[in-house]
């Protein structure tokens, strides 16, 4: 590898952390000037006679202001942090949350500008803070001629086009590592089940930046074993000179059971070399839920958060699983009669399948779908995997294609057995065959979407990627649905649907 790629793959995240801040900036100032413009526009920014300052130049020195105060609790909601959660969630958000945020600080600050320095009635903390006020207060900055109107505009293009910036800034980032630009390389500890697991998950998501270089194996029978694309290289105690040849930056230790005092001589190890290390912990399904860290004296506790959706986040829920479905049946409803039309063109048999399925609590319900397969060969078999499954008619790869096959279930959302956002429902042979950590899927009510349907791992059985609906579940939330529904949206326009 060459100086300046051995270079950009260790300094990759600081380079693209600073550039993400200089984008953004722009993005603030880009959304700054189109308020101004649409508050010209729309007659919000009237220009008295006789002005001794131009509005474009207050409203300059407000944009500045507005980017300073947005830069700051962007990094305070951690949109600069390197760690990304699952698909990028936590970030978008941070977006939502850090633009309300910014917008009520910045309320603050020229609510405390607009006070005249000159007034004695101000009490003594105004009086204390006077030189700040001084300070940061722009010369011939008149908050009174600022349109209220004008900032709302602004914060929210911000909050549209920062997060169409960050969405443009994920895909660029993701085709970089892709392209292997900027790749760590990782070794994996432990070349059984977990390890085989991490290994999946590194071929899955290649996005993470993560090159896994090998695995190391304390059985030295193992040792030229392949595992899938991979080799063990070597044993522990060859560590150090692994690391070196492969100019590995992170290990990761995949053997939960490993006794505590090998666990803390390897991190010892890890540490002296200079290399980063990542432990999958002995309890990690608990470890998927919320948990709270706990102390009694000197000894840490683990315990789970477990809670349900309190009355005002349930209404909420269903507030939006109803009109989300009333606005879909609405627009959608002259596809219902085209698909209806073609679906009795293409085979013989009804518009609609019907299937039992398992809702929230264990509860089955009857789960309507626009009939994509031939009558005859479809029943409570897996789902179809390929384009190809002979039991698809040629308009269900159609409805498949675009997802256009689960109109039918926003009727289950008004009947209250699904909601829009949620785990998707399984058959109950299914659901019998569910170990105690699969049966956390039963929790909440299934639904038509979730993160499961816009991740990588859509491809495969929906049982087998219990990650995606758990991190759902521990986390779900208003703005969670709806960043989930938008990114749905975008995956049904490009037609990247089920089989």
């Known amino acids: 590898m060459s100086v300046s790629g051995t270079f950009l793959r260790r300094h990759f995240e600081p380079i693209v952390l600073s550039v993400q801040v200089l984008v953004d900036l722009g993005v603030l100032l880009l959304s700054c000037w189109l308020g101004y413009l649409l508050g010209s526009q729309l007659g919000h920014i009237p220009v008295p006679p006789g002005a001794t300052v131009q509005p474009e130049q207050i409203y300059w020195d407000l944009a500045l202001m507005i980017a300073a105060v947005c830069l700051v609790t962007f990094h305070s909601f ?3 942090s390197p760690t990304k959660s699952l698909l990028n969630m936590d970030e978008f958000k941070a977006i939502t949350k850090s633009t309300v945020v910014a917008f009520l600080v910045l309320l603050t600050l020229l609510l405390y500008l607009r006070a005249s320095p000159q007034s004695e009635s101000h009490g003594w903390l105004f009086q204390l803070l006077l030189p700040l006020h001084s300070w940061i207060r722009p010369k011939n900055f008149d908050v009174d001629s600022l349109s209220r109107v004008t900032i709302l505009y602004t914060f929210a293009l911000i909050l549209v086009l920062m997060t169409t910036s960050r969405f443009a800034s994920f895909k660029v980032i993701q085709n970089l590592h892709l392209r292997g630009i900027g790749n760590r390389n990782v070794l994996i500890l432990g070349a059984g089940p977990i390890g085989k697991k991490l290994l999946r998950k590194f071929e899955l998501v290649p996005t993470l930046g993560l090159n896994l270089v090998g695995f190391i194996d304390d059985d030295p029978r193992r040792t ?31 053997q939960p059971e490993l006794e505590e005092e090998r666990l803390l001589e390897l991190l010892a190890r890890l540490e002296a070399l200079g290399v980063q290390a990542r432990v999958v912990p002995r309890f990690h399904h608990l470890l998927s839920f919320k948990v709270r860290i706990e102390n009694l004296d000197s000894i840490p506790l683990i315990t789970r958060a477990v809670s349900r959706p309190g009355f005002f986040a349930s209404l909420a829920k269903r507030t939006l699983d109803l009109c989300v479905a009333l606005v879909v049946l609405v627009l959608t409803l002259p596809l219902w009669v085209l698909a209806a039309i073609l679906i009795k063109r293409a085979s013989p048999g009804p518009v609609f399948f019907t299937q039992t399925r398992i809702g929230r609590d264990g509860r089955p319900f009857k789960m309507y779908k626009f009939r994509t397969m031939h009558q005859h060969l479809s029943g409570n078999e897996p789902t179809p995997r390929s384009h190809d499954d002979p039991r698809i008619t040629n308009i269900g790869r159609w409805l498949r294609r675009f997802s256009m096959d689960e109109l039918p279930q926003f009727l289950n959302v008004l009947a209250g057995d699904m909601s829009v956002v949620g785990p998707r429902p399984e058959m109950q042979f299914i659901v019998d065959r569910y170990n105690t950590l699969e049966r956390e899927r039963l929790r909440v009510k299934p639904g038509i979407t979730g993160l499961w ?33 938008s990114l749905t949206s975008f995956a049904v326009v490009k037609g990247t649907g089920a089989y």
């Open 78 to 80: 951690g949109m600069y």
């Open 224 to 254: 030229g074993e392949r595992i899938e694309r991979c080799s063990v290289l070597g044993t522990s105690a060859e560590l150090e000179r692994l690391i070196g040849r492969h100019k590995v930056d992170e290990v990761f230790v995949a």
């Open 453 to 485: 349907q816009i991740s990588y791992a859509r491809q495969l059985a929906i049982h087998e990627n219990l990650d995606y609906d758990l991190y759902y579940i521990e986390h779900q939330s208003l703005l969670l649905d709806l960043v989930i529904i």
